[in-house]
């Protein structure tokens, strides 16, 4: 599998995903990072099938119509997302490209539409989970309750060894593990339902 994180332009990361034999891949959130991800699409003779939005935020979808335009991509989000999209997902989907397999998991909090990719062993959290953090509650769509749910019910009961990829270079490095972020994330730390929402109140 061709995996390429890309960060040009302020501290949002954009990724490139592809089957290496056939070249087909997609692009996770376009975010401010058109030039880079030009370059790399040229430089590796690459296919953009789809372009995939972790959420609906400005700074995540600024240039996906440049990519849908340039490439013929079609773009991906989640049925609650608000953004001009070609294909919906929900919870449990699966998306092909080609030989790969992208698994979506819904995990509202930080916006209503928020999902994660989960791609051979590699996940990929827009702002639900950075290194370090998570994704703040109180914009519009956000809920502590769910954000709750979304960490603690199914991001980090899957494998320790599962590595986490993040919408935001806000840790002090540009990716983890689950495994990681369990033992030295703060905001992982247990609590009750009641105690995060009252963390998140905080924070």
């Given amino acids: 599998m061709f995996f390429k994180q890309i960060k040009r332009i302020g501290d949002n990361f954009s990724y490139i995903i592809a089957e290496e034999e056939s070249g087909v891949a997609c692009v996770i959130d376009s975010s401010f990072n058109i030039q880079q991800i030009i370059e790399v699409v040229k430089e590796n003779k690459l296919t953009i099938k789809y372009v995939i939005n972790t959420h609906g935020h400005r700074d995540h979808t600024t240039n996906n119509r440049e990519i849908k335009v340039r490439y013929g991509a079609k773009i991906v989000a ?29 995990t509202p909090g930080h916006s209503s539409d928020s999902i994660c990719l989960l791609v051979n062993n590699k996940l990929l959290t827009g702002d639900t989970l950075f290194v370090g953090e998570c994704g703040r509650t109180d914009l519009s769509g956000g809920s502590a309750k769910e954000m709750y749910n979304s960490l603690f019910n199914k991001l980090i009961s899957l494998n320790d060894n599962v590595e986490l990829y993040p919408g935001h270079d806000y840790g002090p490095k540009p990716h983890s593990t689950i495994g990681v972020e369990r033992r030295t994330n703060y905001t992982l730390e247990k609590r009750t339902l009641e105690e995060f929402i009252d963390f998140m109140k905080e924070s």
């Fill in 78 to 106: 989640h049925k609650l997302s608000k953004v001009d999209k070609d294909v919906e997902v929900i919870d449990g989907d699966i998306l092909r490209v080609n030989g790969l397999v992208l698994k979506i998991i819904h």
